[in-house]
């Protein structure tokens, strides 16, 4: 009797219970204009094996490592709504899925590859006789200065500035720089450094 006591106490249930698993960024139903990090909080009783991140069906990251994190490319994917579901493994093979979300994708590559970038295709007009700039040949820039305060030469001034970048003294590819004062020089000695106010 002692010995059917002591072995029937030794028996250990196997663990049936599956991770909980919640999306906890980017917010349901949002619109993602860039590249996402998709944040996850897995958690279970026993150590978690994986995390699977399944963008419209389609497995597409694995984590095995907390923080649980995906970058999601959403300039690869059509600017339209999206499903992302995440499910998370434990050592017993139990599977836990969080709840299924769906995301609206809204933008794309620049002309330098970079997701949601600000470059844009420029037209430049060159005379057909000269390098300066004119109304006869055109050629195509990538402009990824277009944000940046740069002033872009595209009005005929005729000074053969190939490359359309001017400082802020208007030089051709100078070195000239604004301070945040406003002096535009190139002398980083006087240059105005403001205070807090």
């Given at each position: 009797l002692l010995l059917i006591f002591f072995f029937s106490c030794d028996v250990t249930e196997p663990d049936t219970t599956p991770p909980t698993v919640t999306i906890t960024f980017p917010i349901n139903e949002s619109t993602l204009t860039e590249i996402s990090t998709i944040i996850v909080n897995?958690?279970?009783?026993?150590?978690?094996?994986?995390?699977?991140?399944?963008?419209?069906?389609?497995?597409?990251?694995?984590?095995?490592?907390?923080?649980?994190?995906?970058?999601?490319?959403?300039?690869?994917?059509?600017?339209?709504?999206?499903?992302?579901?995440?499910?998370?493994?434990?050592?017993?093979?139990?599977?836990?899925q969080s709840d299924l979300m769906t995301f609206t994708t809204n933008a794309v590559y620049d002309c330098a590859e970079v997701c949601a970038g600000s470059s844009e295709i420029l037209t430049y007009w060159y005379d057909a006789d000269s390098d300066s700039l004119g109304s006869g040949e055109s050629s195509e820039y990538c402009d990824a200065f277009v944000d940046e305060g740069w002033v872009l030469n595209n009005d005929d001034s005729d000074d053969n500035c190939l490359s359309n970048f001017h400082d802020c003294a208007g030089v051709c590819d100078g070195v000239y720089l604004e301070d945040m004062c406003g002096t535009c020089d190139n002398d980083l000695i006087n240059d105005c450094v403001q205070d807090c106010s």
């Amino acid at each position: 009797l002692l010995l059917i006591f002591f072995f029937s106490c030794d028996v250990t249930e196997p663990d049936t219970t599956p991770p909980t698993v919640t999306i906890t960024f980017p917010i349901n139903e949002s619109t993602l204009t860039e590249i996402s990090t998709i944040i996850v909080n897995a958690s279970d009783n026993e150590e978690i094996v994986n995390v699977t991140f399944i963008i419209d069906g389609l497995t597409v990251f694995e984590d095995s490592q907390s923080p649980y994190e995906y970058e999601w490319d959403v300039c690869a994917y059509n600017n339209t709504q999206h499903t992302l579901l995440v499910e998370a493994r434990d050592e017993s093979d139990n599977v836990g899925q969080s709840d299924l979300m769906t995301f609206t994708t809204n933008a794309v590559y620049d002309c330098a590859e970079v997701c949601a970038g600000s470059s844009e295709i420029l037209t430049y007009w060159y005379d057909a006789d000269s390098d300066s700039l004119g109304s006869g040949e055109s050629s195509e820039y990538c402009d990824a200065f277009v944000d940046e305060g740069w002033v872009l030469n595209n009005d005929d001034s005729d000074d053969n500035c190939l490359s359309n970048f001017h400082d802020c003294a208007g030089v051709c590819d100078g070195v000239y720089l604004e301070d945040m004062c406003g002096t535009c020089d190139n002398d980083l000695i006087n240059d105005c450094v403001q205070d807090c106010s």
